[in-house]
């Protein structure tokens, strides 16, 4: 079992930047892929970014390429999502995920956080 809690949220203006922060319980966090996705109003949650608990491989959506970085630190059993160049379509609520594999397939992820906001005005 993995408890997730994000952390970071906020409103910024375009241009501008985030980092968000999911803090996982457990002793099997390196084990595990972590994933961020968004859902915006009136859309389905999309994928955002992966990273595979051997931090060897990283995945990004093409929307976020460039602009968007994934981290964890293991010791600390926590992932991050550096957001830079933020555009008013990256408004969402960020989902931290916990998986098995990295993929960007939402349904392959178990373990979900409760979600932050983020807000970029224009």
């Known amino acids: 079992q993995v408890q997730l809690v994000e952390s970071g949220g906020g409103l910024v203006q375009a241009g501008g930047s985030l980092r968000l922060s999911c803090a996982a319980s457990g002793r099997t966090f390196s084990r595990y892929t972590m994933g961020w996705f968004r859902q915006a109003p009136g859309k389905e949650r999309e994928f955002v970014a992966a990273i595979s608990g051997d931090v060897v491989s990283r995945q990004y959506a093409d929307s976020v390429k460039g602009r968007f970085t994934i981290s964890r630190d293991n010791a600390k059993t926590t992932v991050y999502l550096q957001m830079d160049s933020l555009k008013p379509e990256d408004t969402a609520v960020y989902y931290c995920?916990?998986?098995?594999?990295?993929?960007?397939?939402?349904?392959?992820?178990?373990?979900w956080g409760q979600g932050t906001q983020v807000t970029v005005s224009s």
């Open positions: 995920a916990a998986g098995s594999m990295p993929t960007m397939t939402r349904f392959s992820y178990a373990y």
